[in-house]
């Protein structure tokens, strides 16, 4: 087994002027590749900025962060991004959908700068839409669908690029109970085809639905066990 998101030792300070907040205080943890884990832990105790991290998005103060082998601390900008585009798919709590862009343009944009052609990145993004069940939707803006549904959008623009990992922080935050259930629903087929899955949450309930559990309080872990999900395969 590969190892595919290596967290050594990370701090992350934010210095905002007046305070210095101490968002990470030294966090260590391993997930393999094909895992599903989640990280869990109360508000305010560091977990977006841990997903920043481990999605390229932000660098630590100190410690070290391996991505698939690469050290993403002594990353360019350039290179950073490319590893993004390459390696990662993102679902967010607040969508992040562009409102102007009719569903499968939004699905598709991962695909801009892979170089491939219109046709075929309209093919990919209709079959990823087609995927999340949202084949009749694809014309669309993101303000003439539910909330489910946008999120579903979110999730098809994550695995349009069929990236190694997975990375999604409170994607159900925003959803009701079925809504919810859709999307962990979809999480987990993309888990069964042996993506990588990182799946932020400060509920005990859609943690659950990852095999492994790693909680974080006041920027360190406290404990990083198995659940006992049916997934619970890995490690
Ligand atoms: N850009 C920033 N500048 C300064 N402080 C920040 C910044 N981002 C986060 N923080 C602080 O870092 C700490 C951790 O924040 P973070 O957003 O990682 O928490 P979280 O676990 O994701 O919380 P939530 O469940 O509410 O989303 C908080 O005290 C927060 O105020
Ligand atoms: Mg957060």
């Known amino acids: 087994m590969s190892t595919v998101l290596d967290v050594d030792a990370v701090t992350k300070t934010y210095d905002t002027g007046a305070v210095e907040v101490h968002a990470l205080r030294g966090v260590s943890l391993t997930v393999e590749q094909g895992e599903y884990v989640a990280i869990m832990g109360p508000s305010g105790s560091g977990k977006s900025t841990l997903m920043h991290i481990l999605g390229c998005l932000d660098v630590p103060t100190t410690g070290h962060y391996r991505l698939a082998g690469e050290d993403v601390g002594t990353m360019t900008e350039a290179e950073l991004a490319d590893v993004r585009n390459r390696r990662i798919g993102f679902v967010f709590q607040q969508f992040h959908l562009l409102s ?4 499968w343009r939004n699905v598709e944009l991962p695909l801009v700068y892979a170089g491939l052609s ?5 093919r990919r993004a ?3 839409l087609e995927r999340v ?8 803006k993101p303000g003439e669908l539910s909330g489910g549904q946008q999120q579903r959008v979110a999730v098809a623009r994550a695995l349009v690029s069929e990236p190694a990992l997975i990375l999604a922080d409170e994607p159900t935050g925003n959803l009701d109970s079925t809504s919810t259930d859709d999307v962990l629903g979809l999480l987990r087929e993309l888990h069964d085809q042996g993506r990588t899955i990182v799946l932020i949450t400060h509920e005990a309930e859609v943690a659950q639905a990852a095999a492994r559990v790693i909680r974080v309080r006041d920027g360190v872990v406290t404990s990083d066990e198995p659940t006992d999900s049916p997934t619970g395969v890995t490690a």
């Open 133 to 140: 069940g949202l084949g009749d939707r694809v014309d669309h």
């Open 126 to 128: 209709l079959a990823a």
């Open 100 to 103: 102007s862009l009719p569903a």
């Open 118 to 122: 219109r046709a075929e990145r309209r």
